[in-house]
Every structure is written in structure tokens, then in C-alpha cells.
């Protein structure tokens, strides 16, 4: 524990200094989680690539860690006025962590002797968190260990997309923008095709019914509920994709609980659903859709 949290000393000293901007809110290192939560704009992978590269050389250096111990802050602040100090926290003595000539913060947490004594550092995770970023890392010989992981993966990428390992971020990227591409154009169909249901008409009731397939389900979702502002209607959809969804929605006028009766239907058939009485969607195998709407149509009717 004191390696980890002297390697992470390090790592927070080294992004400083890349971004002067940023401030270290608080460090979990809690239930096996190495976690640094900051306050920053637009902290990027780039960034903490320059700091890890930066943080592992102080390790490799073997720095002597040493601590100053002064009477109160102000004593503190006026021998080292670039430390890292969290004021809100502190009261009394007050104990300054140095990594000789490289790291300067106020901590009352045991540090190890000299920076070797750290091994390595890597950061395994950023995200954003409270309007900041959390980071997640490890030391040693864990980090070495996720550090082959990592490797393995951007390998074994590099084969599956035809791409050099050092193209493998330009090809995903142009991967991403193509498919937001296909995205849009997916919901243009979606929305032109969603305009044309055909409808039937049973005891004075039109009844719109309709399987799509790889379609946009919120456009479709979306439909179905315009669909139903109108009196007399029964709304009976389906989007056949990855998951094939079933939705079944009534006008205001008609009794019958949507929810209910398609999760009764979809149960005999291996699949699930549930929702209002006005509006229900559900999931079932696509071979299934055929005998699932008929039953669903007579569950109403008869």
C-alpha cells in the first residue's frame, strides 16, 4: 500500500506539471480500487501518456522519499509553496511528503523509503466522474501484468481490423465515423419506412401492423405512439435485429391492458414483455413473430 500510494504521488506530481489547471480532489484506494479522482477540462489519453511515461522514470530514478514535518500550514506552505495541499483538510501539524526535487504534498498516509521501491505504474482507466475524471491505476508487478493484457488486446485488434498496430487508432476512428454515417442514414430509412403501415380494420377498430427489420426502434416506438392519439386504433409492431422487439399500443378508447396481454402471449412463446395498458413492448425469437402476432390479434378480438 505504501508503494501504491507513493506511485501515485508521482503520477499526480507529473500531471501537474503537465496541466498546472488541474487539482487532485481526493484518492481511493479502498476494497482493492487504486482510484485518482481530478478536477480538469479536456484531459485526454495523450496527457496521461506524457505523465505515466513521466512518473515511471522518477521510479526508475530511485528518488529518496522524505518527509517534513511543520507546526501549521502556513509554516509549510512558506518552505515548499508548490505543494499539493487540500487546506479544507487540515488543521494542526502538518506533514509534507517529498520525492526529492520532483514532488511536493501534504499526506499523512505511509510512503515508501525511495521511489524503486514502486516498480511501475500504469493507469488502467479514465472516466468521467462528479464533472471531473476519475483514474484508475496499479503498481508493480500488477501493473506489469496489465500492461501485457493491454498490449495482447491492441495486438490481437491490430490483426482483426488489417491495420499496423501504430494505424490501429486512425482505423477505428474512421471505423466510428462511418458507422455514425450508417446510423443516420439508418434512421432516415427508418423514419420513411415507419410512415407507411398499413392498416386493417376489425369491428370498426383499424388495427396498423407491421415487422420491420434492422430498423431505428425508438422512430419505431415513436410512431406507434402518434399512431395511437387517434380513436380506434391498435397499434402491433416489430424490429427484427439483434434483439427482435415486439410492440403492442391502443388508443385511449379500447380496454384491453397491453402490458398484460403481450406478456402473456410472449411467455408461451420463450420470450418477455410488459408495460401500461396503453403502451407494452417485449422481446421473442424472430421465427416466433408470425404465430406471435396472430395470438396477440385474437387475445384482443376474441
Keep these: 500500500m505504501s508503494a501504491t500510494h507513493t506511485a501515485e504521488h508521482l503520477f499526480a506530481g ?21 482510484s485518482i479522482y481530478v478536477d480538469a477540462k479536456n484531459l485526454d489519453w495523450n496527457t496521461i501518456l506524457k505523465a505515466e511515461i513521466m512518473a515511471n522514470q522518477i521510479i ?14 502556513k509554516d509549510a506552505k512558506q518552505q515548499f509553496p508548490e505543494a499539493r495541499v ?68 491492441a495486438l490481437k485488434t491490430s490483426d ?23 446510423k443516420h442514414s439508418l434512421s432516415m430509412v427508418s423514419e420513411k419506412d415507419a410512415d407507411d403501415i ?16 434492422n430498423l431505428n426502434t425508438k422512430i419505431i416506438m415513436k410512431k406507434a405512439g402518434d399512431l395511437i392519439k387517434n380513436q380506434d386504433v391498435v397499434v402491433l409492431l416489430a424490429n427484427i435485429s439483434s434483439d427482435t422487439i415486439i410492440i403492442l399500443a391502443r388508443s385511449s ?4 391492458d397491453s402490458g398484460s396481454v403481450l406478456n402473456q402471449i410472449l411467455i408461451r412463446y420463450g420470450g418477455k414483455g410488459g408495460g401500461s395498458p396503453h403502451f407494452a413492448s ?21
Excluded at 526508475?60 to 500550514?73: C, D, M, P, T, Y
Excluded at 378508447?253 to 384491453?256: A, D, E, L, M
Excluded at 417485449?282 to 376474441?302: C, W
Design 86 to 153: 487540500m487546506e479544507e483538510r487540515i488543521s494542526g501539524t502538518v506533514r509534507i511528503i517529498e520525492v526529492d526535487g520532483y514532488d511536493y504534498a501534504a499526506c499523512s498516509r505511509k510512503h515508501s523509503s525511495n521511489t524503486v521501491e514502486c516498480d511501475y505504474f500504469l493507469v488502467t482507466r479514465v472516466v468521467k466522474a462528479n464533472g471531473g475524471y476519475k483514474i484508475d491505476f496499479l503498481v508493480g508487478a500488477e501493473a506489469k501484468k496489465k500492461a501485457l493484457e493491454f498490449s495482447k488486446v
Design 160 to 182: 482483426i481490423l488489417g491495420a499496423p498496430i501504430d494505424g490501429v487508432e486512425k482505423t477505428v476512428n474512421n471505423m466510428v465515423h462511418e458507422l455514425k454515417k450508417l
Design 198 to 213: 398499413s392498416f386493417s380494420e376489425r369491428g370498426g377498430v383499424k388495427i396498423f401492423s407491421k415487422v420491420f427489420r
Design 282 to 302: 417485449g422481446s421473442v425469437e424472430k421465427s416466433n413473430i408470425g404465430d406471435v402476432f396472430q395470438s396477440i390479434l385474437e387475445a384482443i378480438f376474441n
Design 60 to 73: 526508475a530514478e530511485g528518488r529518496e522519499v522524505k518527509q517534513h514535518i511543520f507546526n501549521s500550514l
Design 253 to 256: 378508447n379500447q380496454s384491453f
Design 14 to 34: 507529473s500531471i501537474r506539471r503537465i496541466k498546472p489547471d488541474l487539482t487532485v480532489l481526493k484518492v481511493d484506494q479502498s476494497d482493492g480500487r487504486n
